[in-house]
Each structure stands twice: as C-alpha cells, then as structure tokens.
C-alpha cells in the first residue's frame, strides 16, 4: 500500500512538473508570438511614419509648386490688367484726338460759312467802291 501510495504521489508529482512544464512552454510560446507581433507593429509604424513623413514633403512640394503657379498667375493677370490700362489709356488718347480733329473741322466749315458772308461783302464793298 504504501508502495502504492508512493507512486501514486510520484505520477502526481510528475503529472505537475509536465503541466507547470507545459504553462512555461505555453506563456514562452506567447511571449515570443508577443514580441513577434510587437516587431511588426514596430516595423509598420516604421513604414506609416516614412509614409506619412513622404506625404508630407509631397504636400509641401505640391504647395510651393501651386505658390510658384499661383505666382506666376498673378503676374500674368497684373501684366494683362496693365496691358489693358495702356490700351484704355491709348483708347481714350485716340478718342480725344478723334474728337478734337471732329471740333477742329466743325470750327473750320464754321469759319468757311462765315467767311462766305464776309467774302460776299468785301466784293460787293469793292464792287461800290469801284462805282463811285
């Protein structure tokens, strides 16, 4: 009995030493699935971090290059605002010689009119003058 006794307690013992022997192979199974699992997370942090890092300097890129367009766009439409203040200014500068050379032919067949008159007096003041 006490034989048996004694084996039994021994498979027990051993029966614990495999389960405890089993758990550490268990939480070592998970520790290394752990840390394999942490390396990913830190290589696609590492991957996201560069992707973001790429982004952003493309975004800085795209923002200067609009800057530049932008700028470039605003001295086209200053020059094409300038251009078109020269040409109002030309086109009013024409207007007025237009106008003055409208007044100055208005002034001459006015003075022609009245000359008319004038020349028809002094030849009839001529004519008299003659007479007597």
Known sequence: EEEEEE????????????????????VAQTQQGDQAELGALEVQVEQEDAAE????????DLLAGLNES???AAAIDAKAAAEAVVTAGEAEEEEKVAQTQQG????????EVQAEPEDAAVS??????EDL
Do not use: M, R, V
């Not at 890092?53 to 800085?60: G, L, N, P, Q, R």
């Not at 100055?104 to 003075?111: I, N, R, T």
């Not at 009839?124 to 003058?129: G, K, L, N, Q």
């Open 124 to 129: 009839s003041f001529a004519s008299d003058t």
């Open 53 to 60: 890092s790429s982004f952003a300097s493309d975004t800085e």
């Open 7 to 26: 084996e039994k307690e021994k498979e027990e013992q051993e029966h614990e030493e495999a389960e405890a022997e089993a758990e550490e192979q268990e």
């Open 70 to 72: 932008s700028l470039a």
């Open 104 to 111: 100055d032919q208005a002034e001459q067949g006015a003075l």
